[in-house]
């Protein structure tokens, strides 16, 4: 089916919807994309391609500065509100679940509860700057304060998966970098680690978030 597109008015600029839609769907994601790259990375498309098959609706948010034709991310407040004016116009009777990568994972966390959303998927969250370990962002991540999953490259240069402490929901990527690229001799190809992201999300998803809300 044809992704529908919206365009979205916020604090600072012209943002877009861009919904790709489950006939019956049982929940809805919302992701916002990183800092150096915009709404068509693979990992954002892999999601948005596959799960509204399993009854998921997938929309990406695409930040006014992208749409702008500027280089570099605003300030993380900027960024926040630019996805509480995209999650503002969407119009959806499922459990909401908000998250993105990188940059977007970070949005995600920060604005997760006060969004209404039910969970908060992270894509390749940039735990610290690299090799920068003491600048920890886990209290952003422990902020979501919704039920969350980590998606995370094993050699993802800003945080690898052992990083992450022990009660934190964390699937890792075989191989994977942090745009979850993997090297050509690897044992697993790339569209096996996008499986795996695709795979471990719709799982989490019927498990966590459409599980939990039925048992209400």
Known sequence: MTPSELMVATPHGEGRL?????????????????????????????????LPRHDITV???????????RKVAPAPAVLDEGLTAGASRLRTRSPLVVGGRSAGAR???????????????????????????EKSRLPELRGARVRTLVVQGERDTMGTPQEFPDDVEVVVVPAADHSFRVPKRAEVSQDDALDVLVQSTLEWVVREVVGNVRRL
């Open 18 to 50: 861009v919904t790709h839609r489950a006939r019956s769907p049982v929940a809805t994601l919302l992701l916002g994309h990183g800092a150096g790259a915009g709404i068509d990375t693979p990992d954002l498309l892999a999601l948005a391609e596959n």
């Open 59 to 69: 929309t990406r948010f695409e930040q006014p500065w992208v749409r702008a034709g």
């Open 107 to 133: 949005s995600a966390a920060r604005t997760a509860k006060r969004l209404g959303a039910v969970g908060c998927l992270a894509l390749a969250f940039p735990l610290h700057p690299p090799g920068r370990p």
